[in-house]
């Protein structure tokens, strides 16, 4: 059984910095495509990172890059997202997910998801 639990959420000021963690099981980690993907009050899912993990490849959307670094540890099957200069606009209701084997740098196909974990951020 495949499962994503994310862990790392909370209330920060603008500016400051959280670790997103997400615990991976039931699934070959390390020969996975992962991303975080947010999803903010109102609003839609928002695609924010992805890790292709046996490369080593990142990608991030505009909105993040320079600000978050997702990273991957193999040996825990963990996936991290550091969150810096965290601004109003990024909280949301973070989600990590597992990609399929269709994916892309620009396709997305989520396969299996978290519970997500909630970011606030006051100002």
């Known amino acids: 059984e495949v499962q994503l639990v994310e862990s790392g959420g909370g209330l920060v000021q603008s500016g400051g910095s959280l670790r997103l963690s997400c615990a991976a099981s039931?699934?070959?980690?390390?020969?996975?495509?992962m991303t975080w993907v947010r999803q903010a009050p109102g609003k839609g899912l928002e695609w924010v990172s992805t890790?292709?993990?046996?490369?080593?490849?990142?990608y991030y959307a505009d909105s993040v890059n320079g600000r978050f670094t997702i990273s991957a540890d193999n040996a825990k099957n963990t996936l991290y997202l550091q969150m810096n200069r965290l601004k109003s606009e990024d909280a949301a209701v973070y989600y990590c997910?597992?990609?399929?084997?269709?994916?892309?740098?620009?396709?997305?196909?989520?396969?299996?998801w978290g519970q997500g974990t909630q970011v606030t951020v006051s100002s």
């Open positions: 997910a597992k990609e399929s084997a269709r994916w892309a740098p620009e396709f997305h196909e989520y396969e299996y």
């Open positions: 039931g699934f070959t980690f390390s020969n996975s495509t």
């Open positions: 890790l292709h993990v046996p490369m080593g490849n990142t």
